[in-house]
């Protein structure tokens, strides 16, 4: 018998500077028995940096074909895919060739995996069709860690994004890091 997802629950009261955006509100996703603590905070934290009214979490870790969030706008056309902790070059260009338009994202908050994507796209000759839709995000993976302590069903916290750092209260804890956005010609010309 399958274990079954654990419902977790986080109070968000939201301030994304450079986007004008304040906002309190819960958000509710469910917790695969095989997903880690860190990647539900990249998850939470992805919807913060990322966020639009339509953005909403995937499936889960159970359709890996999936995104962890996407959003969609009112004729159901894809205008926003995420990606959290992993992700792979072929399969994030296949979906920006496959959904025109839309913004694809990929949030780390480990150097290794992101580095590792990184060399993915250099590995191509040359940038592909659909690259240029791609943002790649860092978050300081200490940051992440300290958040993927509490493994608390419920959690408050009071997340504010400027351009280049990310402060989060958590549970009584202020903690915070940097941020770094890369496109494609950043990560390309070799300054990450």
């Known amino acids: 018998m399958a274990l079954p997802s654990t419902r977790r629950e986080f109070k968000i009261a939201l301030s994304h500077v450079p986007r004008e ?3 309190e509100d819960s958000v509710i996703l469910a917790q695969h028995p095989s997903e880690s603590e860190e990647h539900v905070v990249l998850r939470v934290l992805a919807r913060c940096l ?10 889960g870790l159970s359709t890996p ?37 839309a913004q694809v994202h990929a ?30 995000w860092r978050l300081e993976p200490a940051l992440v860690r300290a958040l993927a302590r509490s493994e608390a069903r419920r959690q408050d916290w009071t997340v504010t994004v400027l351009d280049e750092h990310v402060y989060v209260e958590a549970e009584g804890d202020a903690l915070d890091g940097p941020l770094s956005r890369l496109d494609c010609n950043s990560y390309r010309s070799g300054t990450i």
């Open 50 to 59: 990322l966020f639009e009214e339509s953005l909403a979490f995937g499936p």
């Open 21 to 23: 955006i304040t906002r």
């Open 65 to 101: 074909d999936a995104a962890d969030l996407w959003a969609r706008d009112l004729t159901g056309r894809l205008t926003r895919w995420v990606e959290c902790g992993t992700a792979d070059a072929e399969d994030l260009v296949k979906v920006a060739q496959r959904h025109s338009g």
């Open 107 to 136: 949030v780390f908050g480990d150097d290794r995996r992101l580095r590792e994507l990184v060399e993915q796209f250099r590995a191509f000759k040359e940038p592909r069709k659909g690259e240029s839709a791609l943002t790649l």
